[in-house]
Structure formats: C-alpha cells, structure tokens
C-alpha cells in the first residue's frame, strides 16, 4: 500500500520560513518523480514544483520561483519543500505527489498558513 504523509506545516508570519517533508513508503521510491502542489481555499490546486527521480532537475511555478527549493533523499524516501520569504498568498493546503507513468499518488497534505 502506497502512502505519501506530509507535514512541517503549520502558521508562521509573512516573510518566515518553513520546510516542508513528505515520507513515502509502499513504492520503489528512486524512479518517482516527487512534486508538490497546493490548494488555496476556494481555488483550484495548484502545482508548485517538481523534483525528477534521480534529484538533479528540479522545475518550479514563477510564483515561487527563487522562494522555494524542493530536494529528495532517495535512501530515507523522502522529498522536501523549503520555502523561505512566505507571504500571505502562500497560505494553502500543500500535498506532495508521487508520479511514475500512469502510477499517481497523493499525500493527504499540510496546511500552511502565513499570517500576522
């Protein structure tokens, strides 16, 4: 059985920072692409970056471009997201997804919220 559990969410002040993990177990985790995506309330879930399987490409949404770093460790099967100068329109449910061909996973994901 698949499962991908985020967490390191939480509230933080704008301009903050948080990091982000996500733990996968019950896949062959070194050939998954590994990415994150978020979901504002009342808005549509949104992607924010992705990490290839080996670790060395990485893509990322412009609205976080520079802001945050995804990374992975293949060995402890877990991804990251580091995200630092947090605003306000930050502020979202983050889930990580797991994708190899037609095999998609989701976490069940992490609230972020940034706020004053």
């Known amino acids: 059985q698949v499962q991908l559990v985020e967490s390191g969410g939480g509230l933080v002040q704008p301009g903050g920072s948080l990091r982000l993990s996500c733990a996968a177990s019950?896949?062959?985790?070194?050939?998954?692409?590994m990415g994150w995506f978020r979901q504002a309330p009342g808005k549509e879930r949104e992607f924010v970056g992705t990490?290839?399987?080996?670790?060395?490409?990485?893509i990322y949404a412009d609205s976080v471009k520079g802001r945050f770093t995804i990374s992975r460790d293949n060995a402890k099967k877990m991804v990251y997201l580091q995200m630092n100068s947090l605003k306000p329109e930050d502020t979202a449910v983050y889930y990580c997804?797991?994708?190899?061909?037609?095999?998609?996973?989701w976490g069940q994901g992490t609230q972020v919220t940034v706020s004053s």
């Open positions: 019950g896949l062959t985790f070194n050939t998954y692409g």
């Open positions: 990490i290839n399987w080996r670790g060395v490409s990485t």
């Open positions: 997804k797991a994708t190899w061909g037609t095999s998609v996973y």
